[in-house]
């Protein structure tokens, strides 16, 4: 090549300070570094400034691993909550049957600490009975109960349980008796409106029904009013809650009002019940004789009378 006036053509390898001596300068740099480091801390600030400027960059090849990370755990998770939720759904089916008999007992348990507070507050004796099964009678309301003569039931008695009346014992086997429903359509029993005193008779009226009969038109009972037993029959003691009116049709063409009512008891509902004693009914007063009185003497004026 021809060189140009005044300037001299560049060398073809461009040379500088050898590689020993390139070595020598950096490491006695490196060591002043570290040396004024320890000693001065002067490289504090660049460090902190590396880091912030790096911090981004090593969040970002984080997420690789962490999203495998987080990936596996989530599936890992989830199986296992679908193996506990199995092991849950077996559990709970079955512990069902007990849950449920539970709650069965729990209100049992309600019902008879109820009777057995209503049987202290009746004067009489009382047994607590469970109901076994209904009469196999279609067209009558009557149930079994599990106590019989071997428990002293007796024909006649008042059943009834933590809320009133529910019948009257009809039948008496050696084991069991049977219990007349106050829905049957064969049974009745004296009543009377606890507002006004008012005495009727209330007679069964098929499924879950009562009525009020022989109760003139413009008798004084209103929807709403509780009946409760007038104790007349010498069987049922007075004040024990009968049912409560629900409808009552008044026609003048008859010389009755139809007087619909629903039991307050438990009729067709609970399985205990409470049977109370036999009522023990004061003497008339034709009946009674003085204590110096005696039975020799009526006789003897019947005969000179004769």
Not at 49 to 63: G, Y
Not at 182 to 187: A, G, I, M, V
Not at 235 to 259: E, K
Request: net charge positive; with cysteine.
């Amino acid at each position: 090549m021809m060189s140009v006036v005044g300037h001299t053509p560049p060398p073809f390898f461009k040379r500088g300070p050898t590689p020993l001596a390139r070595l020598t300068f950096f490491t006695t740099l490196a060591i002043i570094l570290l040396v004024a480091d320890l000693r001065f801390h002067t490289l504090e600030w660049a460090r902190l400034v590396l880091a912030t400027v790096a911090w981004p960059m090593q969040r970002v090849a984080r997420m690789p691993v962490e999203g495998a990370e987080g990936a596996g755990q989530y599936f890992a998770s989830l199986a296992r909550l679908q193996q506990e939720n199995v092991a849950l759904r077996a559990r709970s089916l079955a512990t069902a049957n007990q849950l449920l008999r539970q709650e069965h007992l729990e209100q049992e348990n309600r019902r008879l600490r109820a009777l057995l507070d209503m049987k202290e507050r009746q004067p009489t004796e009382g047994r607590v009975a469970e109901i076994l099964y209904a009469a196999r009678d279609p067209f009558s309301r009557r149930v079994v109960i599990d106590k019989g003569l071997q428990a002293g039931i007796a024909a006649g008695q008042a059943v009834i349980d933590d809320l009133g009346v529910i019948g009257q014992v009809t039948r008496v086997f050696p084991l069991m008796a049977e219990v007349t429903l106050l829905t049957d359509k064969d049974q009745a029993i004296p009543v009377q409106v606890r507002r006004n005193g008012l005495r009727a008779v209330a007679a069964g009226a098929g499924v879950g029904g009562i009525e009020l009969r022989f109760l003139a038109a413009n008798a004084e009972v209103q929807v709403g009013d509780v009946l409760v037993t007038s104790g007349l029959d010498g069987l049922y003691l007075p004040g024990l809650p009968v049912a409560r009116v629900a409808h009552i049709d008044r026609d003048n063409s008859y010389a009755f009002a139809r007087i619909r009512c629903e039991p307050i008891a438990g009729v067709e509902r609970h399985g205990h019940v409470l049977v109370l004693g036999s009522r023990v009914v004061p003497p008339r007063p034709e009946e009674q004789t003085a204590p110096g009185d005696k039975p020799t003497k009526g006789r003897k004026v019947k005969k000179a009378a004769r």
